[in-house]
């Protein structure tokens, strides 16, 4: 474990102890990691903790010891400026890009950074229906919705946002949903405008699936629209430079191979990482051959 690593782990689990009543709470509920532990991280005291026990909090609290060091493309700028808009002006903005365009990782990272400050993360799912949908909601925001119908759901969710500082919702892959769960969002954005910011994310799927909605004057489509703005935000892919700052932040220096990756990678960030994958097991293989 670097340096780096260590501050990276601190920074990460000071964020997590926010997001609790009291800090021996929060420690409580990490496993086989002690109170002491926790608060000798929190304070710098570094020396007696080993690289497994940095591992071990870490991996608790979402740190990634393979993640590639952030790299701000122009979308995933582009990203963060609507998701911050969003969250402090209750606004509702949808974002559209490629598959593997960097959308997720982007909203994911936010949240993450942001994980004290009452900002929710969704990875949509095409099996949720409206309930399924509002109890992933209220898990997201910690809360316990054992026993409630849907009517009891709806309002739990709106009165717990009400009460936040500036609450906002990142809803990930919204092409996903079902049309009933989409008619959901009327009526949060209704109860809650100007209160939480919601950010839409997706392919251009939901373009096509909105308009064409709305060509056929399907219910409720129009009203959507409205309420994202009547405008999707087009995000629009990595270029070189990136793409070589991407690679070199996985571990690939070689020219020509950066090349190859630029040439195949077809807009989809996705194979960078799997590009990093081979490159490892190539690595490993070679040792195990040269040691045998």
């Not at 304070?43 to 591992?55: A, L, P, V, Y």
């Not at 009400?162 to 990930?172: H, N, S, T, V, Y």
Request: net charge positive.
């Amino acid at each position: 474990m670097n340096l780096e690593q260590k501050k990276e782990i601190t920074l990460m689990l000071s964020e997590y102890v926010k997001g609790y009543d009291s800090q021996r709470q929060a420690l409580a509920l990490l496993t086989a990691v002690s109170e002491a532990t926790g608060i000798q991280i929190l304070t710098n005291k570094w020396n007696s903790i080993s690289d497994s026990m940095w591992r071990t909090v870490g991996k608790q609290i979402g740190w990634n010891e393979r993640k590639s060091k952030l790299v701000e493309t122009q979308d995933f700028s582009t990203v963060i400026l609507y998701l911050s808009i969003a969250k402090e002006h209750g606004e509702t903005f949808s974002l559209v890009g490629p598959a593997g365009s960097g959308k997720t990782y982007a909203g994911k990272w936010y949240a993450e950074s942001m994980k004290s400050r009452n900002v929710y993360y969704l990875e949509c799912a095409e099996y949720w229906n409206k309930k399924y949908f509002l109890v992933e909601l209220l898990q997201a925001m910690g809360r316990n919705s054992a026993g409630m119908n849907i009517y009891e759901l709806m309002n739990e969710v709106v009165a717990q946002l009400r009460k936040q500082d500036k609450p906002m919702i990142i809803l990930d892959e919204v092409d996903k949903l079902r049309d009933e769960v989409l008619y959901f969002f009327i009526t949060l954005y209704n109860k809650l405008h100007g209160i939480c910011g919601f950010v839409w994310t997706s392919t251009d799927v939901i373009v096509g699936r909105i308009d064409k909605g709305i060509n056929r004057n399907k219910k409720g489509f129009q009203e959507i629209k409205s309420r994202i703005g009547s405008r999707f935000i087009q995000l629009h892919g990595t270029n070189k430079h990136e793409v070589v700052q991407l690679c070199q932040s996985n571990g690939i220096t070689e020219e020509e191979e950066i090349n190859r990756i630029y040439n195949e990678y077809g807009g989809d960030l996705r194979r960078i990482d799997r590009n990093y994958i081979k490159k490892v097991a190539k690595e490993t293989l070679t040792k195990l051959k040269k040691s045998s």
